[in-house]
């Protein structure tokens, strides 16, 4: 009797297997910003997405008036998604949820560099401080 209950309760966790939810959730300040996550576009801050493995994260962020922002993020998988531990969580028969939380700053442009005629006073002071002036004879 013991032995048959205890199969049953083996074959519904077979039949009934629990699943790992991946996330990562990106905010940005000033919020707004448009995301890509390794070349796609997941929409703007604040957003939520779903990832299939951990590693190595290609993540870029652009928005109107500010400096566009790219970086590399390094995610590592949590005890439990290691081998060969991994073959419990995926058997309960329940959802386990893991989310990521990346915050990135976003820097606003300089106002004097935006608008074309302080961008070349800008270049024409660089180009001054980097050419030494001409020797008068």
């Known amino acids: ?36 996550v390794n070349d796609a576009e997941v929409g703007r801050t604040p957003v939520t997405t779903g990832f299939t493995y951990y590693g190595d994260f290609d993540v870029r962020t652009r928005k109107e008036g500010c400096e566009p922002v790219s970086t590399d993020r ?9 081998a060969p531990i991994d073959l419990v969580p995926t058997a309960l028969p329940f959802t386990i949820q893991h989310t990521v939380e990346w915050h990135i700053d976003l820097k ?27 020797p008068e004879k």
């Open 1 to 36: 009797m013991i032995r048959g209950v205890g199969l049953v309760i083996i074959a519904g966790l077979i039949a009934a297997p629990g699943c790992l939810e991946r996330r990562i959730h990106i905010t940005s300040d000033p919020p707004g910003a448009l995301v890509w």
């Open 74 to 82: 390094d995610q590592w998988a949590p005890i439990y998604e290691m």
């Open 108 to 134: 606003p442009v300089d106002p004097a560099l935006s608008e074309p005629e302080g961008l070349l006073a800008r270049a024409k002071d660089l180009r001054a401080q980097a050419v030494p002036a001409k």
